[in-house]
């Protein structure tokens, strides 16, 4: 079976009500980032930060998978498929592939403040004030902040070493390591890009570039994919 890597981004979930992050001056859901998505931002006011990502964690799971998401899926009929999303949702998993690689954490788990190894599952939608580790530490979300390691990199590259088909959906690119994944991919290798408004890429002309919705786009990528070899 041929290899797909689909490198995933906010975009993918925008139509399932959730907000990317640069497509509206540059504030998320009101907030600056590094208020609320940095290790100094939860020293300085946790319960800002855990409110925060309590808020997030409601969304998510208001929201359901959209037709991108199915489509994806799908392609799991004729192809290994691995998705690398940086995405803190889980509507990959919801929409139904099976093999996702979340670089950016998961907002459905929780993390030990101590050991970012130690994740579990969150009862409902909140993480509470005192709910603590097997440590005893504070819980946070299982989600990497800015200036905290991406344990799952080294994976995410190798995946898309060894792809024989990348496609890159609804991610601006505008944050590293994860932008550099597309360097990983070989030479000669098909590329495809889906995005209403295609980002700056070094390796721009590479790419075959479906300037759509997500929605749109991969659905119709998707079935082309499944009646080619
Ligand atoms: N379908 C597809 N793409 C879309 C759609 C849509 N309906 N709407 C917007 N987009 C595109 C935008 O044009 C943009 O290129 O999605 C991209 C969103 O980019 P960002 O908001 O920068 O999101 P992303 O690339 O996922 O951000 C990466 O930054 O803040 C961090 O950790 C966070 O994982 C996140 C990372």
Known sequence: MKKIAVLTGAGISAES????FRDSDGLWEGYNIEDVATPEAWRRNPKLVQDF??????????????????????????????????????????????????????????????????????????????????L???????????????????TAAQICTQADLFILVGSSLAVYPA???????????????????IPELNQNSSFIKIQEKAT??????????LITD
């Open 136 to 154: 005893g530490s504070p819980l946070r979300a299982h989600v990497v902040w800015f200036g905290e390691e991406v344990p799952m990199i080294e």
């Open 53 to 134: 990502y309590n808020e997030r964690r409601k969304n998510v799971l208001a929201a359901q998978p959209n037709a991108a998401h199915y489509a994806l899926a799908k392609l799991e009929e004729k192809y290994d498929v691995t998705i690398i999303t940086q995405n803190i949702d889980d509507l990959h998993e919801r929409g139904g592939s099976s093999k996702v690689v979340h670089l950016h954490g998961i907002i459905t788990r929780s993390q030990s403040s101590k050991n970012p190894k130690l994740t579990y599952p969150i009862n409902g939608w909140e993480i509470k004030m005192d709910e603590v580790c097997e």
């Open 179 to 197: 932008a550099g994944l597309v360097n990983y991919v070989p030479r000669g290798v098909p590329k495809y890009i889906v995005d209403p408004k």
């Open 216 to 225: 749109v786009g991969v659905p119709a990528l998707v079935s082309q994919l």
């Open 17 to 20: 009500g959730l907000k990317t």
